[in-house]
């Protein structure tokens, strides 16, 4: 037998966040805020299944193609909170979570399945079933976000003609997901075998120059780049040979400050490397390694965005 699994389209995210102050005092800061969205798009996932003739056989499989479509159509809403609390000039600490409860994605549904004398000739299907009437909802999986920060702030000899204004920071996290509280009402058969997951990270950042922005100190490039490594732990909710599926890993990477104006802006890069499994390794065991590149585009010193205006 031939098997092609395939999932193509996405869902898309329009978003808007509103935060404020609650509390702010020389030393202290607490906010909240909101975040509220709308997901609009269709996802479809393909099964084929063809029945091979020969070795040598070409490929126009007979068999059977299984086409199963979602668009999304619903609202969804996030809670965060952040609170620091400066104890001097060189140390810093802060709390932060967000909360995305459980909540309803509402959409249709298509199921349709088809035989064919070949599989990869959609002209040749012949259906077997279509049901594109199909409402309902599916829900989203209740995660729950808490960071705490550490930062402290140093003088650093530059060696040359004057102190670096240097920054090291240290970053724990903590992600629980209910994975348990997932439905999906579109699919009468489906029973959720789904674990609870949690995840842990741990990072630090060192920046050995915080205030090139300011244009008093003529620091090098990197000065003003950031370095990053962490770690994190985590559970997914599948289980393998009676046990849940574990992943860990390490990161590194590095932010390029965009030297123009002065600018905040930079260009993240990171590196990961971990494994997922289960102790039984024949059961289970995977090695991975991810590259991710980020883009943050921030105002320069010349531009005048959100500034306050004071009238005398």
């Known amino acids: ?47 084929k299944s063809g029945l091979i003739q020969t070795a040598l056989a070409s490929t126009n499989y007979a068999g059977g193609v299984s086409m199963k ?14 609170f620091e609390q400066r104890i001097n000039e060189k140390h810093l600490l802060g709390f932060y979570a967000t909360i995305d409860p459980l909540q309803k994605i509402k959409g249709e549904y298509v199921d349709e399945l088809y035989y064919t004398s070949d599989i990869n000739d959609p002209g040749l299907y012949d259906t077997l079933f279509y049901n ?21 702030n140093f003088k650093a000899n530059k060696g040359e003609t004057k102190e670096l204004n240097s920054e090291l920071s240290f970053h724990v996290g903590y992600t629980l997901q209910d994975w348990s509280k ?22 630090i950042q060192y920046v050995p120059e915080v205030n090139f922005t300011a244009g008093e100190a003529k620091s090098k490039y ?29 990161t590194f990477g590095f932010g390029f400050p965009v030297a123009i104006n002065r600018t905040l802006s930079s260009v993240n890069l990171g590196f990961s490397i971990g494994s997922r499994g289960v102790s039984d390794g024949t059961a289970l065991k995977e090695q991975y390694y991810g590259i991710n590149i980020g883009l943050l585009i921030a105002p320069t010193a010349a531009d005048k965005w959100f500034r306050k205006r004071k009238l005398n």
């Open 69 to 82: 479509s979602l668009r999304a159509n619903s609202f969804h809403y996030e809670f965060g909170l952040s």
């Open 132 to 152: 594109d009437t199909a409402s309902g909802h599916i829900t989203n999986v209740p995660t729950y976000n808490f960071a705490l920060m550490y930062k402290f």
């Open 222 to 250: 990197y000065h003003r780049m950031r370095y990053r490594i962490g770690a994190y732990y985590q559970t997914l909710p599948y289980i393998t040979s009676g046990e849940q599926v574990r992943d860990f890993g390490t």
């Open 1 to 47: 037998m031939y098997y092609n699994y395939k999932g193509t389209g996405g869902i898309n995210d329009v978003f808007l966040g509103f935060a404020a102050d609650v509390l702010k005092m020389p030393n202290t800061r607490l906010s909240l805020g909101v975040h509220g969205s709308y997901l609009f798009g269709s996802v479809t996932n393909t099964r």
């Open 182 to 203: 997932y439905q999906d009402r579109y699919d009468p058969n489906f029973v959720n075998g789904f674990q609870s997951t949690t995840k842990y990270t741990f990072g």
